[in-house]
T-cell receptor, first 112, second 112 residues
Framework: QKEVEQDPGPLSVPEGAIVSLNCTYSNSAFQYFMWYRQYSRKGPELLMYTYSSGNKEDGRFTAQVDKSSKYISLFIRDSQPSDSATYLC????????????FGKGTTLSVSS | DVKVTQSSRYLVKRTGEKVFLECVQDMDHENMFWYRQDPGLGLRLIYFSYDVKMKEKGDIPEGYSVSREKKERFSLILESASTNQTSMYLCASVRLRGEKLFFGSGTQLSVL
C-alpha cells in the first residue's frame, strides 16, 4: 500500500460548484498536512497548512483532517475557472522527520 | 514572502552532457530539497540537505549528485545526462522540516 493515495482525476465541474478533493494515508505518525496548488508549468504553491486533526478555513477553501480514518480533504466553495489546477496533498511525521510525502495530485478543471 | 529561485525555466541538453541546476532561497532556510515531477508519477525526492555541506539521498538519487557550499544555494548535478532524466525539476526549502515547504517555479529539462 502506498503511503499517500490521491485520486488523479481529472475532475471537471461547472463554475460555482463545491469541489471535494481527498487523500488517504497509511502512516499514523503523520502530524502535518498540507495542500498545494500547481498551475500548468509552474511550481506548487502552498494553499492550506494544518497541524494534527480538525478543520481550517481560508476564504473559499476548507481543509479537514480526520486522523482516526487517516483521511484528509480540501473543499473549494463557489469554484472559479481560476481554480483550475492540479492539487497536491502532502504530509509529514514531525519536524525532525523525513521530507514531505506527496500525493500524485488531482487535476481540477472548472468551466465557466 | 519566501523566494526560491531556480536559475533556468527551460533547458535543453544533449545525452552525456554534465548539467547543473541551481537553486537559491532568500529566507535563511536550513533545509533544501530537489524533486523531479513526471506525469503519473507525481513528485519524487532526489536529494535533500539539512545544512551546509550536508546531503541525504532521497528516493531516486541514481544519476544525480548535489552540492551545498552556502546555506542559500543548493545545486543539482546530472553527471552524464540521459534521456530518462527529461523531467520537471523542482527545488524547495523550509526552515524546519514539518513547516511550510516553499517551491521554486521549476526547470523543465529536456535531454535529447
Amino acid at each position: 500500500q502506498k503511503e499517500v493515495e490521491q485520486d488523479p482525476g481529472p475532475l471537471s465541474v461547472p463554475e460555482g460548484a463545491i469541489v471535494s478533493l481527498n487523500c488517504t494515508y497509511s502512516n499514523s505518525a503523520f502530524q502535518y498536512f498540507m495542500w498545494y496548488r500547481q498551475y500548468s508549468r509552474k511550481g506548487p504553491e502552498l494553499l492550506m497548512y494544518t497541524y494534527s486533526s480538525g478543520n481550517k478555513e481560508d476564504g473559499r477553501f476548507t481543509a479537514q483532517v480526520d486522523k482516526s480514518s487517516k483521511y484528509i480533504s480540501l473543499f473549494i466553495r463557489d469554484s472559479q475557472p481560476s481554480d483550475s489546477a492540479t492539487y497536491l496533498c502532502a504530509m509529514s511525521a514531525d519536524q525532525a522527520g523525513t521530507a514531505l510525502i506527496f500525493g500524485k495530485g488531482t487535476t481540477l478543471s472548472v468551466s465557466s | 514572502d519566501v523566494k526560491v529561485t531556480q536559475s533556468s525555466r527551460y533547458l535543453v541538453k544533449r545525452t552525456g552532457e554534465k548539467v547543473f541546476l541551481e537553486c537559491v532561497q532568500d529566507m535563511d532556510h536550513e533545509n533544501m530539497f530537489w524533486y523531479r515531477q513526471d506525469p503519473g508519477l507525481g513528485l519524487r525526492l532526489i536529494y535533500f540537505s539539512y545544512d551546509v555541506k550536508m546531503k541525504e539521498k532521497g528516493d531516486i538519487p541514481e544519476g544525480y549528485s548535489v552540492s551545498r557550499e552556502k546555506k542559500e544555494r543548493f545545486s543539482l548535478i546530472l553527471e552524464s545526462a540521459s534521456t530518462n532524466q527529461t523531467s520537471m525539476y523542482l527545488c524547495a526549502s523550509v526552515r524546519l522540516r514539518g513547516e511550510k515547504l516553499f517551491f521554486g517555479s521549476g526547470t523543465q529539462l529536456s535531454v535529447l
